[in-house]
C-alpha cells in the first residue's frame, strides 16, 4: 500500500415524543386518536380510479401487480431498456416502476415520460432508507437507521421521513420502501446491520413508527420491511434462504412487535422478506414472501393488516433457487401478495411477461379465482387514489433542483448525526484530544473493500480542523500487505486515529473486516501510542481490538456523520449517543460515554 505522508499536500493536490406507553401483549404502543401515524382513509368505491376495475381485462387487472425497474436517467427512446419499459406499460399495462440509481432530474422527467404512456398512472417506488442520496447521484443523505436509534429522538426519525416525503413528491416517487423494522440482534447479520434501529422491539418501533408518521404525513407510502424481521440471521437472502429457527412466543416477544405497531398505527405498506420460519411455514424452502401461511394466516388474517403487501425483489437467490417461474408466480397469489416486485425467472431475466401469463392461465384454468386478483387490484387502485394520482401524476422537473438536497435538509441530517456519535470507549480520557498542538498524529483509514469509502472526505474535513502539529496517513482497502512498515512508522507519531468503513453490501456475507486490518489495528494498540477507532459503519467491529484505547460509533460514513466525529474530536460537540444494539459482555444496549 501507498503511504501519503502529508495530509496537507494531498488535500492541496411534527411530532414530540410520542410513542412511551406500552401494552403487554406485542408490547404494543398506546397511541391517542389524536397522534395516530396518518390520516385516515376511507376508499371511496366510485372514485375516478376505481371505477377503471369494472372496464379492466383479466390480464390488465394482473398486470396491475406488477413492478418493473429501471434506472431513473433519461433514456433515449430507442434504447432497449426504454422500449421494454414502454412495451410493458403500454400494451401489458403493468401497475408500476421501481427505480435504482438515478439523477432526480432525469428521473423526474423519464417518470413524465413513462405516466405519460400510462392509461392508469403508475406507482412509482423507491428504496430511500436513509435519504434518496442512497439512490441518486445528488439528493439528500441522512445517517443511517442505527444512527437515529442512537439518539434516542423519534422527533428527529419523524423529520427525516418527512423531508423524505418532500423529495420523493418533487421527483415523482409515490412508494418508499422504507423503514427497515427488523430487530439486529444478530452481529453476524450481513445485510440489516446499521439499517436496523437497533436491537430493542420500543426503540424499534419508536423511531419506526415516527418515520413512517413522517412519510405518511407526507403523502408517501410507508413500507414497513422486512416482515416477519430479517434481523437474527447471519445469512443475506441476497445470496441463500436464511432459516429462523424460533418459536412463536419468541417472534411475538420480539421479531413482531415493531411490525405489529406499525399494522395498528396505520402503515399503508408491509414488505415480505425472503426467510424460511418453520414455526409458521412447514415446507422447507418456502420463503415467507412465497407463504399463504405467513402472509394469509398471520399478516392478514391474525395481525388484520389490509393494507399493500409487496414481497422483496424477485431476483433474490432466497427465492429464486428453489421454485420454477411458475411457481413462484402463483405462490405470490396464493400468499395473498398484492405487488410483485421485480418479477424474475428462474434463469435470472426479466419476467414481467412470463409472471403474467402463468397467473392469467391459473385464473383460466380455475387454480386462482379472479375474485383474488380483484381483491389485490382494488387495494392498488385505493392507492393510487389516496396519492390523488389521477389530478398529479405528472411533476413539475424544472422545480426538482430547488427542493432535492435543500439547506434543511443537510441541518437535519447534521443534527441527527451530531445526536447519534457514541463514545463507547475512552481509556483515560484520551477523546476529546488535548495538548495535540504538540503532537504528531497518524491516521490509518481501513476500508473493509465492499465499496468506496468516505475517506477522501474524512481527510479534507480533518485537514480544515486539525489542531496536531503534523498529520501523516495510510488509506487502504482490502487485505494489508505492509503491516510491519506500518507499525514501524507508527512509533513515530503520539496519536493514532484509526477510521473504519465497514458497510452493508449485498452478496459479501459479511459487514467485518479482513484479518489483516484485525491484525494491523491490534499490533497499533499493543504500540504504546493513544489509539483511537472510529467505526463509520458496523458499530460491533470492536470485538475483533478490544485493546484500543478509543473507540466511537458513527454508524455511517454520511459526510454529516463524519463532521460530527471530527468535531467530537476536539470537543467542539459533546458526545450524546448511546447504544442501541449491545457489542459484547463490555459494551451493552444503552451505553455510551456522555459529557453534556
Known sequence: MQKLLSLNVFLLALSALIFSDYKSVFKTFSIKENQSVIRKYSPQENSGI???????????????????????????????????????????????????????????ELTNKLQSLSEIPLLISADYERG?????????????????????????????????????????????????????NNSLNPIINVRS??????????????????????????????????????????????????????????????????????????????????????????????????????????????????????????????FSTDEIALNCIYAGIDLILMPTTSNNKQGEVEFINAIENAVNNGQISEDRINKSVKKILDAKDWLNLEQNKYVDADKVSGIINSPEAADLSQKIADESVTLVKNNDNIIPFSNSQNQRCLIVSLNNGNEKANSDYFLQKFSDKNKFSEVSYYDLTGDVANVDEIISDSRNYDVIIIPIYAKVKIKTGTVGLPQTQIELINSLADNGKKTAVVSFGNPYLIQGFNRVDAYICAYA????????????????????GKLPVTINNEFKYGDGITNN
Open 132 to 184: 434518496t442520496r442512497m439512490r441518486l447521484d445528488d439528493g439528500s443523505l441522512f445517517p443511517n437507521n442505527m444512527a437515529l436509534g442512537a439518539t434516542r429522538n423519534p422527533e428527529l426519525a419523524y423529520k427525516m421521513g418527512l423531508m423524505i416525503a418532500k423529495e420523493c413528491k418533487a421527483i415523482g416517487v409515490h412508494q418508499n420502501y422504507a423503514p427497515v423494522l427488523d430487530i439486529n
Open 197 to 322: 434501529f437497533g436491537e430493542d422491539p420500543e426503540l424499534v418501533s419508536s423511531m419506526g413508527l415516527s418515520f413512517i408518521k413522517g412519510l405518511q404525513d407526507g403523502k408517501i407510502i410507508a413500507t414497513a420491511k422486512h416482515f416477519p424481521g430479517h434481523g437474527d440471521t447471519d445469512i443475506d437472502s441476497h445470496s441463500d434462504l436464511p432459516v429462523l429457527n424460533f418459536s412463536k412466543e419468541r417472534l411475538e416477544s420480539l421479531e413482531l412487535v415493531p411490525f405489529k405497531n406499525a399494522v395498528n398505527a396505520g402503515v399503508k405498506s408491509v414488505m415480505i422478506a425472503h426467510l424460511s420460519i418453520p414455526v409458521y411455514e412447514k415446507n422447507k424452502n418456502m420463503p415467507a414472501s412465497l407463504s399463504a401461511n405467513i402472509v394469509d394466516q398471520l399478516l392478514i388474517n391474525e395481525m388484520k393488516f389490509n393494507g399493500l403487501i409487496v414481497t422483496d425483489a424477485l431476483n433474490m437467490s432466497g427465492v429464486l433457487k428453489h
Open 50 to 108: 376505481r371505477q377503471k376495475l369494472t372496464s379492466m381485462t383479466l390480464r390488465e387487472k394482473i398486470a396491475q401487480m406488477i413492478i418493473t425497474n429501471s434506472f431513473g436517467y433519461s433514456l433515449n427512446e430507442n434504447s432497449e431498456d426504454y422500449l421494454r419499459l414502454k412495451n410493458l406499460i403500454v400494451n401489458e399495462k403493468i401497475g408500476g416502476v421501481i427505480f435504482f440509481k438515478g439523477n432526480s432530474i432525469q428521473q423526474a
Open 557 to 576: 460514513d454520511a459526510e454529516t456523520s463524519i463532521n460530527s466525529v471530527i468535531d467530537s474530536f476536539y470537543g467542539t460537540i459533546k458526545f450524546k
